[in-house]
C-alpha cells in the first residue's frame, strides 16, 4: 500500500512543501523515523515492556485518552515489526516506519485505540504472510474488520480495475466504519509526504487520484487537519510555479515587522476580558492552497489575509456572546457572517464565521466555536471515537436520520446506495469523481417533516430518486413551497418539496431527466432503465437489424415497453390491461406504437419487427410508409371486444399560475387515469405538456381532449404524432 514511498528528507517537488496546517497543542520534537526504523530492527524489546519504537505513539495517544489501555499496541507492533522484518521502502528506510507514522498521525488527531491497532497492521495482510484470520484470533473482529478494510484487492484479479474495486470495497466497508477510511486517509499522507523521488509521471498519477477522490472524502468527513495537508502536497506537484509563488508571497510577510493580525488578536482579546468572557483567542495561518484562493480572489494581499482569528470558549451560548461583543466594540463585515452552529455543515463542522475591519480598511476574519467543535473540526469523524459504543442522547435525538449516526452521514449513505447499481468499474470510478466534486449539500423539506441532502444545484428529478429510488420513475411533477413546478426545477436550500406520483407501476421515466439529474442515484437509475428499453420513436427508425435468415430490415422503434400477450380463442395474441389486439400471429409479442399512439376506433396495420414482436401504428403514421418502402410485410391485426385504452396527448397552451393543477384536475374529472407526464420549460410565455393517460374506455377520448381545450390557457390538444426521419 506504500512501498512505493520514499525518504522525507529526499529531494523532490514536495521538499519544504509543509509547514503544520494546524497548530499542535504542545511543541514536540520532529521524529527521526529512520533512527526509529532502526530501533525497530535492531532494538530487542522484552515481551513484558513497551517497545522504544512506539513511545512517540503512546504520547500521542495519551494526551487524548490518559486512560487507554496501550497492551494492544505493544502486540501490534510486535506482529507488525516481525512481520515487515526484512522489508525495505524505496528510500531504503525499514518498511516499519511507515505503519508508525501513520499510527502517529491518527494518534495526534485522537483516534482511539482499536484504529491505532489496526493502523499499525493496515499493511501486514497486503504485503506478509500474515492472514485476516490471524489478524482476528490475536486483536478482534473489528481490528480484522478494519484491516480487511484498507487491503488493496489483487491486480492478477482485477487487471485495471483494480484501483476502482479496491476504492469501491473500501467505501463499503466505511459505510459500516468509518474508521476504515481514517487509516486510509492517513495512510495516503504519510506517502504524499514522503513522495519525493518518484518519477514525476508517478507522482503527478498519485496526486491526481488524491486530488479528485481522497481530498473530498477528508472533506466529507470533516477531517480538515489530514485534508489541508493533502491539499498543500498536492498544490506542490501538480501546479509547482503557482506553489513555489505563494511559498514567496508567505515568506515575504512573515518576514514583515508588523503583524495586523496580532493586532486583531490583542483588540479582541481586550474586548473579551473587559466582558469578562473566558476564551482562547489564536492566530491561525492559513496553509497554501488557501492563500493562493485568497490571492486570485483578491488580488494584492494584505497582511491580515495571511490568517484568520481564532476564538475558542467553553460553552455554545458562549459563541454567540462573543459574536454580541465583537459585533458592538468592532466594526463588524455584516456580509462575512454565517452561522454554522445552528446549522452544521453536512461534515459536521460547527463555528460561527465573522469579520471585523480595521481602522485602516484591513479585515480579519475571525471563527468562533468551542473546544469541542474545534476538536471536531480539525479531526472530524476521527474525533468521535468508536462507532460501536452506544449512542448518545443527542445523536438519537435527531429527525430523520440524517444525522442520527454521525459515523455514517447521509452523503455516505447516498453514495452507498448508488455504487450498487453502477454497472462496471469504470462507471463507479468516473462517477465516484463527479459526485465528490459536488462539494456543497443543501437539505430540502418534505411535506412529513423529513428531509432530504442533496447535492447544490440538485434538481426535483434528484429529489424523487433521493426519496423513492426507482420507483420515482412514476413520478407526474413537484410542488416546491406549495407552487406547482417542473421536475427540472433547481431545489435551494430550505426549500419544502412535494413529489406528485402516478398510480400506474409500470410508469417510465422521461429521456429528458438525464438533462435534469445531477445526483449519481438518479442518473444511474434513469440509464438503466433506459438501456433494458427501446429507443423512443422520436429519434427516428432503430438501425437495421439482421432478421434471423441473415436479410437486413428495419425495426420499427416505440415508446412503449413490451408486452407479452395472452393467447385469444383463435389463436391470436391480446395485450392485458389495455385495448384488445388480435394479430394474426400467435403467441407475439404485441407493442402499440408510442410514435402514432393507436386507440380503438382508429384504422391500424402492424409490422413484424426483431424478436418477434409486432408493432400496431395507425395507417396514416410515417412510420407505416417508410416500412412499406423497406419491404416489410404487414400483419393483419383488428381491435378485440375490450375498449380500455392508453393513449398519449400533447397540450399547448400560454403559461399562469396553476395551469397544471388546473388541466390535471380537468383530466382526472373525464376518468382518464395519468400515467405519465412531462412539462416542458416554457417557450415565449408558450408551454407543451404531453401526458400518456389510460382511459377505461377509448370512446372517452374526444370527450377528454374537448375538457383539456376548455381548460383556460390552453389552445390546442392532440394526439401524440412523432414524425420520423429517414436515415
Given at each position: 500500500m506504500s512501498a512505493e514511498a520514499t525518504n522525507p528528507a529526499s529531494p523532490g517537488p514536495v521538499a519544504g512543501a509543509m509547514t503544520p496546517a494546524v497548530p499542535r497543542r504542545k511543541a514536540r520534537a520532529r521524529i527521526d523515523l529512520r533512527r526509529l526504523g532502526r530501533v525497530a530492527l535492531l532494538g530487542s524489546a522484552a515481551r513484558d515492556r513497551l517497545p522504544d519504537a512506539i513511545g512517540h505513539v503512546v504520547e500521542a495517544h495519551r494526551a487524548h485518552h490518559p486512560d487507554a489501555d496501550i497492551e494492544p499496541l505493544r502486540r501490534a507492533y510486535v506482529l507488525a515489526e516481525s512481520s515487515h522484518r526484512g522489508q525495505m521502502r524505496k528510500s531504503g528506510e525499514p518498511y516499519i516506519t511507515h505503519p508508525l507514522a501513520v499510527t502517529?498521525?491518527?494518534?495526534?488527531?485522537?483516534?482511539?485505540?482499536?484504529?491505532?491497532?489496526?493502523?499499525?497492521?493496515?499493511?501486514?495482510?497486503?504485503?506478509?504472510?500474515?492472514?485476516?484470520?490471524?489478524?482476528?484470533?490475536?486483536?478482534?473482529?473489528?481490528?480484522?474488520?478494519?484491516?480487511?478494510?484498507?487491503?488493496?484487492?489483487?491486480?492478477?484479479?482485477?487487471?485495471?480495475?483494480?484501483?476502482?474495486?479496491?476504492?469501491?470495497?473500501?467505501?463499503v466497508a466505511t459505510g459500516s466504519d468509518v474508521r476504515v477510511m481514517s487509516i486510509k486517509l492517513a495512510d495516503r499522507l504519510h506517502n504524499m509526504r514522503t513522495l519525493g523521488v518518484m518519477r514525476p509521471e508517478k507522482q503527478?498519477?498519485?496526486a491526481k487520484v488524491t486530488r479528485d477522490v481522497l481530498i473530498p472524502l477528508a472533506e466529507r468527513l470533516g477531517v480538515q487537519a489530514l485534508k489541508t495537508e493533502l491539499e498543500d502536497l498536492v498544490f506542490a506537484i501538480l501546479h509547482p510555479e503557482e506553489y513555489q509563488h505563494t511559498r514567496e508571497l508567505i515568506a515575504e510577510n512573515t518576514s514583515r515587522a508588523d503583524d495586523p493580525l496580532a493586532e486583531f488578536a490583542d483588540a479582541i482579546r481586550a474586548v473579551l476580558r473587559d466582558a469578562d468572557i473566558q476564551a482562547e483567542v489564536l492566530i491561525r495561518p492559513r496553509h497554501?492552497?488557501?492563500?493562493?484562493?485568497?490571492?486570485?480572489?483578491?488580488?494584492?494581499?494584505?497582511?491580515?489575509?495571511?490568517?484568520?482569528?481564532?476564538?475558542?470558549?467553553?460553552?455554545?451560548?458562549?459563541?454567540?456572546?462573543?459574536?454580541?461583543?465583537?459585533?458592538?466594540?468592532?466594526?463588524?463585515?455584516?456580509?462575512?457572517?454565517?452561522?454554522?452552529?445552528?446549522?452544521?455543515?453536512?461534515?459536521?463542522?460547527?463555528?460561527?464565521?465573522?469579520?471585523?475591519?480595521?481602522?485602516?480598511?484591513?479585515?480579519?476574519?475571525?471563527?468562533?466555536?468551542?473546544?469541542?467543535?474545534?476538536?471536531?473540526?480539525?479531526?472530524?469523524?476521527?474525533?468521535?471515537?468508536?462507532?460501536?459504543?452506544?449512542?448518545?442522547?443527542?445523536?438519537?435525538?435527531?429527525?430523520?436520520?440524517?444525522?442520527?449516526?454521525?459515523?455514517?452521514?447521509g452523503w455516505l449513505s447516498r453514495l452507498l446506495d448508488w455504487q450498487k447499481a453502477a454497472p462496471d468499474a469504470d462507471t463507479f470510478w468516473s462517477t465516484l469523481r463527479e459526485d465528490l466534486a459536488q462539494d456543497r449539500e443543501i437539505t430540502v423539506f418534505r411535506p412529513d417533516g423529513g428531509t432530504l441532502g442533496l447535492p447544490e444545484g440538485?434538481?426535483?428529478?434528484?429529489?424523487?430518486?433521493?426519496?423513492?429510488?426507482?420507483?420515482?420513475?412514476?413520478?407526474?411533477?413537484?410542488?416546491?413551497?406549495?407552487?406547482?413546478?417542473?421536475?427540472?426545477?433547481?431545489?435551494?436550500?430550505?426549500?419544502?418539496?412535494?413529489?406528485?406520483?402516478?398510480?400506474?407501476?409500470?410508469?417510465?421515466?422521461?429521456?429528458?431527466?438525464?438533462?435534469?439529474?445531477?445526483?449519481?442515484?438518479?442518473?444511474?437509475?434513469?440509464?438503466?432503465?433506459?438501456?433494458?428499453?427501446?429507443?423512443?420513436?422520436?429519434?427516428?427508425?432503430?438501425?437495421?437489424?439482421?432478421?434471423?435468415d441473415g436479410a437486413s430490415a428495419p425495426a420499427d422503434a416505440t415508446a412503449e415497453t413490451p408486452f407479452r400477450t395472452a393467447e385469444a380463442p383463435d389463436g391470436s395474441a391480446?395485450?392485458?390491461?389495455?385495448?384488445?389486439?388480435?394479430?394474426?400471429?400467435?403467441?407475439?409479442?404485441?407493442?402499440?406504437?408510442?410514435?402514432?399512439?393507436?386507440?380503438?376506433?382508429?384504422?391500424?396495420?402492424?409490422?413484424s419487427v426483431r424478436g418477434g414482436v409486432v408493432t400496431v401504428h395507425r395507417v396514416e403514421c410515417s412510420a407505416v410508409a417508410r416500412m412499406k418502402d423497406a419491404g416489410r410485410a404487414e400483419v393483419g391485426v383488428r381491435?378485440?371486444?375490450?375498449?380500455?385504452?392508453?393513449?398519449?396527448?400533447?397540450?399547448?397552451?400560454?403559461?399562469?399560475?396553476?395551469?397544471?393543477?388546473?388541466?390535471?384536475?380537468?383530466?382526472?374529472?373525464?376518468?382518464?387515469?395519468?400515467?405519465?407526464?412531462?412539462?416542458?420549460?416554457?417557450?415565449?410565455?408558450?408551454?407543451?405538456?404531453?401526458?400518456?393517460?389510460q382511459l377505461p374506455d377509448a370512446a372517452h377520448l374526444p370527450t377528454l381532449m374537448r375538457a383539456m381545450r376548455n381548460v383556460p390557457g390552453v389552445y390546442d390538444v392532440s394526439r401524440a404524432q412523432h414524425h420520423a426521419t429517414t436515415p
Open positions: 502517529l498521525i491518527l494518534a495526534e488527531l485522537g483516534a482511539e485505540t482499536t484504529t491505532l491497532t489496526a493502523s499499525l497492521l493496515h499493511d501486514t495482510v497486503e504485503d506478509t504472510d500474515v492472514t485476516l484470520d490471524q489478524v482476528g484470533e490475536q486483536f478482534g473482529a473489528e481490528v480484522r474488520y478494519l484491516v480487511d478494510g484498507v487491503t488493496k484487492l489483487e491486480k492478477v484479479d482485477y487487471g485495471a480495475a483494480a484501483e476502482s474495486e479496491t476504492f469501491r470495497k473500501m467505501l503527478a498519477r498519485i497554501f492552497v488557501s492563500v493562493h484562493r485568497v490571492s486570485r480572489k483578491r488580488g494584492r494581499l494584505r497582511g491580515a489575509d495571511f490568517g484568520r482569528i481564532l476564538v475558542l470558549v467553553n460553552e455554545d451560548a458562549d459563541c454567540y456572546a462573543v459574536l454580541g461583543e465583537l459585533h458592538t466594540c468592532m466594526t463588524p463585515v455584516v456580509s462575512e457572517f454565517k452561522d454554522f452552529i445552528a446549522v452544521p455543515k453536512f461534515n459536521l463542522y460547527q463555528s460561527l464565521h465573522t469579520a471585523v475591519a480595521h481602522a485602516d480598511g484591513q479585515v480579519a476574519e475571525v471563527l468562533i466555536r468551542t473546544h469541542q467543535m474545534h476538536k471536531v473540526a480539525e479531526a472530524g469523524v476521527v474525533a468521535l471515537g468508536n462507532p460501536y459504543a452506544p449512542p448518545s442522547e443527542e445523536q438519537t435525538a435527531s429527525i430523520d436520520g440524517e444525522r442520527i449516526d454521525p459515523t455514517r452521514p440538485a434538481t426535483c428529478v434528484d429529489a424523487a430518486y433521493a426519496q423513492y429510488g426507482e420507483d420515482a420513475h412514476a413520478c407526474i411533477g413537484a410542488r416546491v413551497n406549495g407552487r406547482l413546478a417542473t421536475l427540472s426545477t433547481v431545489l435551494k436550500d430550505g426549500d419544502t418539496v412535494q413529489l406528485l406520483m402516478g398510480q400506474d407501476p409500470a410508469s417510465e421515466p422521461s429521456r429528458e431527466w438525464l438533462e435534469h439529474a445531477h445526483t449519481p442515484a438518479a442518473r444511474i437509475a434513469i440509464q438503466r432503465w433506459l438501456a433494458t428499453h427501446p429507443a423512443p420513436a422520436e429519434t427516428g427508425a432503430e438501425e437495421a437489424a439482421p432478421d434471423p391480446a395485450r392485458p390491461g389495455t385495448a384488445d389486439v388480435v394479430v394474426d400471429q400467435p403467441g407475439a409479442t404485441v407493442r402499440l406504437a408510442g410514435c402514432c399512439t393507436p386507440v380503438p376506433p382508429d384504422e391500424v396495420t402492424a409490422f381491435w378485440g371486444d375490450t375498449t380500455e385504452c392508453r393513449v398519449t396527448l400533447v397540450a399547448e397552451s400560454f403559461g399562469r399560475p396553476h395551469l397544471l393543477a388546473d388541466l390535471t384536475e380537468a383530466m382526472a374529472l373525464e376518468g382518464a387515469e395519468i400515467v405519465s407526464a412531462t412539462v416542458e420549460p416554457p417557450t415565449q410565455q408558450r408551454v407543451r405538456h404531453t401526458y400518456t393517460v
